[in-house]
């Protein structure tokens, strides 16, 4: 019991520590909107074609203007978004985690709570985290913190599966055992897709 206490204090201050490292006001969101094209959005559209995520085409296409603009919002590829939502849901927005994680960006209810509160959006519980659009924008705010949080990007996608708790931990541990690297099959996952996906290779 001691243990999960603890484990949900570290993660609490985690977050408290992304929110610290990277936080946007709606101009800077509307500055990266402003200079979006359709292209983006279409590749992202094209890659939707290849799954079944329950949604209509007006949904689908709101999905997709929200990962590529949320995306240009923090400087992140949103080819690596896709790749990361790939990996977590397979892109179903209603998909649920035996620990609890919901939606296409698979985040915990704890976490898409605080996260909210640093974007000041409205929280309305597991039924944000169903929204596609919303789990998005929470996932990917959270995801820009780990980046800065982690400089690597390897790294960044690791945390965002085992938490930044985890991954600092197991690195304490790699530098006290004489070996630098940290091995992860799930990022591996996800940069490979993210390489299908920026190659816009999408038979692969």
């Known amino acids: 019991m001691k243990k999960k206490i603890m484990i949900a204090a570290l993660s609490v201050f985690f977050l ?12 800077h969101l509307e500055a990266a909107e402003d200079g979006l ?4 959005v279409s590749r992202v559209l094209e890659l939707f074609g290849g799954f079944k995520m329950g949604l209509t085409d007006v949904e ?15 400087d992140i ?18 998909a649920r985690s035996h620990k609890g994680a919901i939606g296409m960006m698979q985040i915990l209810p704890s976490t898409g709570r605080e996260v909210a509160r640093d974007l000041n959006m409205d929280w309305n519980g597991k039924e944000t985290l169903y ?12 995801f820009s913190g780990l980046l800065d949080m ?10 965002y599966n085992n938490g930044p708790y985890g991954i600092k931990k197991r690195l304490r541990r790699a530098r006290v ?6 091995k992860s099959a799930y990022a591996d996952r996800v940069l490979n ?11 692969r």
């Open 150 to 159: 982690f400089e690597e990007e390897v790294l960044a996608i690791a945390a």
């Open 77 to 94: 590829d949103p080819m690596l978004i896709c790749a990361l939502i790939k990996t977590e849901s397979t892109f179903k927005s209603r």
């Open 16 to 27: 408290f520590q992304l929110s610290a490292v990277r936080s946007y006001d709606d101009s």
């Open 60 to 74: 689908e296409l709101g999905l997709a203007k929200t990962i590529v603009e949320r995306s240009a919002a923090y």
């Open 131 to 142: 929204d596609p659009s919303e789990n998005v924008r929470l996932g990917i705010h959270y």
């Open 37 to 40: 094209g359709n292209e983006e």
């Open 177 to 182: 055992n004489g070996h630098g690297n940290l």
């Open 193 to 203: 897709s993210y390489a299908v996906y920026r190659d816009n290779d999408l038979d």
